[in-house]
């Protein structure tokens, strides 16, 4: 049976596992019980690393309760059943028949489990304030979540006094406590509404949804196009309602009927049925991991417009769907002039970039394993992609484009990865010789549309993050897409990628990705002088990295020459310089605190106290390990909150850039890691959505900071610079500056705040 949800009530089934009214109707969870929620748990329990699957940024998800299988399952040799919420199942009992218990009803005389879980927390001895936790504490991602049904929970208390709700972190207050008891006590009842949309917002929506529901085969195939690139989005209307976001999901119903949700497991899956996009709001709270924030807007329909239906292009047949529509897209949608399609994702460009970096799975460990720490992403100008100019040449390309993971067998892992991998290189063959035929390439082969067209991209171990400008030192490497890049990279990490997925799924799916950086790579070796290309790639694929080259990439070209005059010495480092005098305008991120060029190292139109503490700063950064030994002590993201004499505050993202030997394997990091090159690099924002620690800092003390951190050469040191400015979790303002962050978010980028994650957060 099909979900029916109704977008203006869409929680409102949920009514039905309240009890009677009483006097505890007093209670109202949309007033009372939420907040608390948003302000002490969604921190830990959002999106798919949620500790037990349990989702307290919506009733839904706290009706729905827990689950002992965990989503994240690198092992598994069968697929298993996705649990996303708000889209596999609606409402307790039907998320019960799948497999989930709740952490709300009371069982006989023993109180709900969630009571029972914050009666743990709230009894265990207070903590120390800001003091370290006791070591016995496991936190972060190698915690294993018992997720203890109600009758075990007798035996977990006993074996972990010390790990009620919420865990191991400046707890709730005695007046949220009593509140949260009174509810569960009565019975959890739940008032909660669904997200509306305004009058306003209605009525765009229905603009867009006639744009994408239009008749004709040629409507059909650029609704079906801009769907699988756009399902991923929190789209807002431009001048809607703040905190309003919507989703693209595929329907049985049309405009103007209750949403009767298609929830395939992939969205280009077959749908089974005659398919009408729909909009509809996103529900619950707004989390930054999950916030992919894309715009809608008349000037955005009228670009779609001019983009895909101003030229007199046919469709002859509708495509089909099924593996080998999804493994190759550029089949799929053949028919849509690829300079359409190339141009509407350069528009988009770091929303695309971050669907895939900072990805839509909370925890993007498969992407990351093969990426450096810290690179910057350019993109090649349309009319210098022979994909785009080239029909001859884009004839022979597209069957080599074709990308694996439709096929999970387990035992076919290493025959499709040889497959693909012969495809890819044939392709990457074929694209070398033909672009040894053009001109050399010049400054107007980048393309410099937009401030999209700079990027900079920091790995943090597991995540990623994805920032307009660039960022930081010149990076040891950089990626250069071009459409068959970016279109494959797009669909074999966001839309054909399943998180739920087997070994063999997920295996396929990084092995490829290695391809692909590996082809960005390439793509922008060929801007640098032909003699200098293999130097270059001995450099980023050091010790076993030679035996990749020499085993799965295609040979290089390194003998035509670059149309750009560069410094033999230093090559790159001279493209950064010229890029950056060239497309200064373009570059949303000036960093003079990581590239300081003269006796000033801090923004200019700051007060002075900011600029003297980044002036401070700027000592840290693009040091190695080897010389400034407290980098060794740092986790992968922490934030400076650097707080002036007048009020104000500046937050900064101190993130430690890991060096290593090469990236082109799935396993042994460790064996790769060159501790001693390890670099810092700060810079002004939340340049994280797992901050790993927190630094208050008076303004005036930063000079005092930046000394004690050059002149720490070890963990006893280092614990001293915690002791005087760090944000343990027992902190008792922790969440006050933990919240501060969003709050900041919201001050500077309105529209992306979101609820950090703090799985992530170090008992430094």
């Known amino acids: 049976m099909s979900l029916r949800l109704i977008v203006s009530a869409v929680l409102a089934l949920i009514a039905s596992t309240a009890q009677a009214e009483g006097p505890?109707?007093?209670?109202?969870?949309?007033?009372?019980?939420q907040p608390i929620f948003t302000e002490k748990c969604v921190a830990c329990h959002a999106c798919y690393d949620s500790a037990c699957q349990l989702n307290l940024g919506s009733a839904e998800g706290a009706a729905r309760g827990a689950s002992k299988v965990p989503v994240y399952d690198g092992e598994r040799s069968q697929a298993t059943k996705p649990t996303r919420l708000f889209y596999d199942a609606f409402g307790k009992a039907a998320w019960q028949r799948e497999?989930?218990?709740?952490?709300?009803?009371?069982?006989g005389s023993q109180a709900a489990l969630m009571?029972?879980?914050?009666?743990?927390?709230?009894?265990?001895?207070?903590?120390?304030?800001?003091?370290?936790?006791p070591a016995d504490i496991v936190?972060?991602?190698?915690?294993?979540?018992?997720?203890?049904?109600?009758?075990?929970?007798?035996?977990?208390?006993?074996?972990h006094p010390n790990e009620g709700m919420p865990l191991a972190v400046t707890g709730l207050s005695d007046q949220q406590y009593q509140t949260l008891q009174r509810w569960l006590a009565s019975g959890a009842p739940i008032d909660e509404q669904g997200v509306a949309p305004s009058a306003q917002e209605a009525a765009q929506v229905l603009q867009w949804?006639?744009?994408?529901?239009?008749?004709?085969?040629?409507?059909?195939?650029?609704?079906?196009?801009?769907?699988?690139?756009l399902f991923i989005a929190h789209l807002y209307f431009e001048g809607g309602e703040p905190g309003h976001f919507f989703q693209w999901v595929r329907s049985r119903t049309p405009s103007g009927q209750p949403i009767d949700l298609i929830n395939t497991r992939r969205p280009n899956d077959d749908p089974g049925t005659r398919v009408y996009y729909r909009l509809w709001p996103v529900q619950g709270v707004i989390v930054h991991k999950t916030h992919i924030t894309y715009p809608l807007s008349a000037e955005k329909m009228a670009r779609v417009k001019a983009l895909f239906y101003s030229g007199d292009w046919q469709v002859s047949a509708l495509p089909g769907y099924g593996p080998g529509r999804r493994a190759n897209p550029f089949e799929t949608f053949e028919a849509i002039p690829a300079q359409a399609r190339y141009q509407f994702m350069l528009d988009n460009a770091e929303y695309f970039v971050r669907t895939f970096i900072r990805g839509p799975v909370c925890r993007g460990q498969i992407a990351t394993d093969v990426i450096r720490d810290n690179f910057w992403a350019l993109f090649q100008a349309p009319e210098h992609d022979l994909y785009i100019t080239d029909a001859r040449y884009r004839g022979q390309t597209t069957p080599l484009l074709a990308m694996p993971g439709q096929n999970d067998d387990v035992g076919s892992v290493l025959s499709l990865w040889l497959k693909y991998r012969d495809k890819r290189n044939q392709y990457e063959a074929l694209r070398r010789d033909s672009y040894a035929e053009l001109p050399a390439p010049s400054w107007s082969t980048l393309w410099a549309g937009n401030d999209n067209a700079l990027l900079s991209i920091f790995r943090h171990f597991d995540s990623a993050s994805v920032n307009k400008g660039l960022i930081g030192e010149v990076p040891q490497t950089m990626w250069l897409f071009d459409f068959p890049l970016l279109e494959r990279t797009y669909y074999q990490l966001v839309v054909n990628f399943d998180v739920f997925g087997n070994v063999s799924h997920q295996a396929q799916t990084r092995l490829y990705f290695d391809l692909i950086r590996n082809g960005a790579e390439q793509n922008f070796l060929?801007?640098?002088?032909?003699?200098?290309?293999?130097?270059?790639?001995?450099?980023w694929y050091q010790n076993s990295g030679k035996i990749k080259l020499w085993l799965d990439y295609e040979a290089i070209?390194?003998?035509?020459?670059?149309?750009?005059?560069?410094?033999?010495?230093?090559?790159?480092?001279?493209?950064?310089?010229?890029?950056?005098?060239?497309?200064?305008?373009?570059?949303?991120?000036?960093?003079?605190?990581?590239?300081?060029?003269?006796a000033y190292c801090s923004r200019d139109g700051i007060e002075p106290a900011l600029q003297d503490a980044e002036q401070a700063l700027s000592r840290l950064t693009s040091r190695p390990a080897a010389g400034l030994k407290v980098i060794d002590q740092l986790p992968e993201a922490t934030v400076l909150r650097v707080e002036t004499s007048s009020g104000k505050r500046e937050v900064y993202s101190l993130l430690r850039n890991r060096a290593h030997s090469n990236v082109a394997f799935l396993l042994g990091e460790a064996y790769r890691y060159q501790p001693g090159l390890d670099t810092l690099t700060i810079y002004p924002?939340?340049?994280?959505?797992?901050p790993n620690f927190m630094f208050n800092i008076p303004a005036r003390e930063v000079p005092a900071f930046v000394a004690q951190m050059e002149q720490a050469k070890d963990a006893a040191q280092f614990e001293k610079i915690v002791d005087h400015w760090g944000i343990r979790r027992s902190h008792p303002l922790f969440w006050q500056y933990f919240h501060d962050l969003s709050e900041y978010i919201r001050e500077t980028t309105p529209v992306e705040e979101g609820v950090l994650d703090m799985n992530r957060y170090e008992n430094l």
């Open 24 to 33: 505890a109707s007093a209670i109202s969870y949309t007033r009372d019980i």
């Open 99 to 107: 497999g989930f218990s709740s952490v709300l009803d009371a069982q």
């Open 115 to 133: 009571a029972r879980m914050l009666e743990l927390g709230h009894r265990r001895a207070p903590l120390q304030p800001n003091a370290k936790l």
């Open 139 to 159: 936190l972060g991602l190698n915690r294993e979540n018992m997720c203890p049904l109600p009758g075990e929970f007798d035996a977990y208390a006993g074996a």
């Open 209 to 229: 949804e006639n744009l994408f529901n239009a008749p004709g085969a040629r409507e059909s195939l650029v609704a079906r196009w801009l769907f699988e690139h």
């Open 526 to 539: 060929r801007l640098m002088p032909a003699d200098s290309r293999d130097a270059f790639l001995d450099d």
């Open 557 to 598: 070209d390194n003998d035509k020459p670059t149309g750009l005059h560069l410094d033999e010495k230093d090559p790159k480092r001279d493209f950064a310089n010229q890029l950056l005098t060239r497309y200064g305008d373009l570059n949303a991120s000036p960093d003079p605190i990581n590239r300081c060029t003269g």
């Open 685 to 690: 924002g939340v340049l994280s959505s797992y």
